[in-house]
């Protein structure tokens, strides 16, 4: 049942929006971005998937079998493989200048919470 | 600073709630009562994006629907056309080539901002004056974040800092490494770097590692994956990093050097794609003879120089990142001597990073020149 993996999906996501709106942490909220992400991945290797398919690599066909007929065949989808991961390291990116930032932040208003960080400073 | 004498004054008649409220990051464990508002309003938010997500989902396609066309086109395309068993890397670097040239770029982009975002503060003081912002703010600096002296956890924290650093505060003679160390000597172990057997184990697979992420760069099922060696990589070095240390490994990671070889990555993927669309009238389009076989490394023609290209750049790329985010220093608020205001009441409430912050902030005071 793929539809419970898409439905754990839109949960994780929702959670991840719920970190980020509702924590203060400039730590967590990163962390919630994270889980929104992870649910993208998981949302779309689960859109690749077919019912007893194979992983969409043609070198070493069964017997009786040529690549051709493999490509023909039931496959996982590779584009959206792809598109995982062009996610993921968008999502590297993303955290890695996020968490620079909340380092920054720290330093210069000596704390991670969010709401404190109003004030002009420096 | 403002809002810790305004909270002061409006949540507490004592005046401590704000200090110690100050020393929490995340607030979670102060005294006063957290805003219901917060989480009830963000719970209803989330469950509602929750809920238009599932309705969403629940029409796409699911595990017995036909694959889509252009997912069959690049099954059926990939050894025909590009001499490649693995339609994966077809759609990454081949057809779908300039979508992966954007992101790469993308990825640099990061890297660039971490950089710069991670950067030493540099010295302002190089002509010998100061600058009139710095002039003009000191007062009201010093008004709100008045000086406080160093006290001994600081001091503590200021003197473990500086030696984590590469070079820093000890010169090559005093500078000894947990390797030198007779084994089962009685004096006590620092926690500079492992333990000798979490070192050893690093040392034998450390280049086993780097040969695998090598290899599914090279060969793998077939040539591509640029990504996950290159984050093989990455992990290779991070288990270096914490098996010997920050000080060893900084020293071998020098950014000059990676950020020369991410650029060639860059310049070389640029040059990849343009020359496809100078020879072939297409960007990304295959310019390099095919090998016969599929299986070969040299099958795939511009996907495995491609691929090749972007190992080296996530590879150098990410490393740059973290290390520039593990490396980064407490140097941010104040950068005089005289005028030091350090960590001020609010961070000396506690919590790591408020105290930490000042520390160094102070050690970086004493000679403007020298982070240069």
């Known amino acids: 049942m793929i539809l419970g993996n898409y439905i754990a999906a839109a949960c994780v996501f929702g959670l991840g929006l719920y970190t980020v709106l509702s924590r203060r942490n400039l730590i967590k909220i990163v962390m919630g ?38 490509a023909r065949g039931n496959v996982a989808d590779p584009v959206i493989q792809n598109f995982c991961l062009t996610a993921i390291v968008i999502g590297v990116g993303v955290t890695a200048v996020f968490l620079s930032v909340a380092v920054r932040v720290a330093q210069h208003y000596r704390t991670l919470d969010s709401d404190k960080m109003r004030a002009l400073r420096g | 600073m403002i809002w810790v004498s305004t909270r002061e004054a ?43 997500l599932v309705v969403a989902l629940v029409g796409l ?27 994966v890397n077809e759609v990454v670097y081949g057809t779908r080539g ?25 010295s302002r003081h190089a002509d010998g004056e100061e600058h009139g912002e710095e002039r003009a703010g000191r007062r009201e600096q010093e008004e709100l974040d008045p000086p406080a002296p160093a006290d001994a956890d600081q001091a503590q924290a200021r003197v473990a800092e500086r030696n984590e650093e590469p070079g820093g505060g000890r010169s090559d003679e005093e500078r000894t490494y947990p390797d030198d160390e007779r084994l089962g000597a009685p004096s006590p172990e620092r926690a500079e770097a492992m333990s000798v057997v979490t070192r050893t184990a690093a040392r034998v697979a450390a280049p086993l590692l780097a040969v695998g992420g090598v290899y599914l760069a090279a060969e793998g099922y077939a040539p591509g994956g640029g990504f996950p060696a290159g984050a093989v990589i990455l992990g290779v070095i991070l288990m270096l990093w ?25 310049l070389a993927i640029v040059g990849i794609e343009v020359l496809g669309l100078v020879i072939k009238g ?54 005089e001597a005289d005028s030091g205001q350090g960590a001020g009441r609010d961070g000396g409430g506690g919590g790591a990073v408020g105290r930490d912050g000042g520390d160094a902030d102070r050690d970086e005071g004493r000679g403007p020149g020298e982070d240069g």
């Open chain 1, 33 to 70: 971005l994270s889980l929104m992400e992870s649910s993208t991945y998981l949302l779309l290797i689960s859109l690749a998937y077919r019912r007893g398919s194979t992983a969409p690599v043609l070198s070493t066909p069964q017997s009786g079998q040529t690549a051709g007929s493999l």
């Open chain 2, 10 to 52: 409006r949540t507490s008649p004592s005046g401590r709630s704000g200090a110690i409220r100050a020393g929490r990051p995340g607030g979670e464990h102060s005294p006063e009562p957290e805003a219901l508002h917060r989480p009830a309003l963000a719970g209803l938010l989330a469950v509602g994006m929750a809920i238009c």
């Open chain 2, 61 to 87: 396609p699911r595990e017995d629907a036909h694959l889509p066309a252009v997912a069959r086109q690049a099954l059926e395309v990939a050894v025909p056309r590009w001499h490649i068993t693995e339609p």
């Open chain 2, 98 to 122: 300039f979508d992966t040239f954007g992101e790469t770029f993308l990825l640099l982009a990061a890297v660039v901002s971490v950089m710069t975002l991670t950067r030493r503060r540099e």
């Open chain 2, 242 to 266: 914490a098996g010997f240390g920050h000080e060893r490994m900084g020293r071998s990671i020098q950014q000059r050097p990676l950020e020369a070889l991410e650029l060639a990555g860059a």
């Open chain 2, 282 to 335: 297409s960007v990304s389009a295959n310019w390099l003879p095919l090998a016969k076989s599929p299986t070969t490394i040299f099958s795939g023609g511009v996907i495995q120089a491609f691929s090749g290209s972007e190992v080296i750049e996530v590879a150098t790329g990410l490393t740059l990142a973290v290390f520039s985010l593990l490396a980064m220093r407490h140097d941010w608020t104040p950068d």
